[in-house]
C-alpha cells in the first residue's frame, strides 16, 4: 500500500503540525482558537489472520482510492477536540502564516 498512510501516523502528523503552528504563533498578534479538526478521509480496512489478528485502517488520497480494485475504501469523517496536555481546560490557540490566495 504505497500510496496510503496508516490512520494513527497521520494524526500523528496533524498532532505535529498542529503543535508547530501553535508555537509558530506564540508571539503573532492575530491567533486562532482551535475549537475542532474536522476531517473527511477515504480509508481502507485491512484485517489480518496472523496471530493476535490485527486491524489496519489505511488513509488514501482521493485519486488513488479510485485506482483500488481490491480493496474496500469506506469514508470516515473525525471530529478532534484540540486540548493542551497540561491545561486540557485552556483553549489551544493557532497561528500561522497566511497563504496564497487566502482571504
Known sequence: MNDAVE????????????SRAMSAGEDSDLRFRAERVELELTVGVERT?????????????????????????????????????????QVALISGDELLGEN
Open 49 to 89: 489472520n496472523e496471530p493476535g489478528v490485527k486491524v489496519r485502517f489505511w488513509v488514501f488520497d482521493a485519486s488513488a482510492s479510485a485506482k483500488r480494485s481490491s480493496t474496500v475504501t469506506q469514508r470516515l469523517s473525525l471530529t478532534l477536540q484540540p486540548v493542551l496536555a497540561d491545561a486540557p481546560e
Open 7 to 18: 490512520l494513527a501516523d497521520m494524526i500523528a502528523q496533524l498532532r505535529a503540525e498542529l
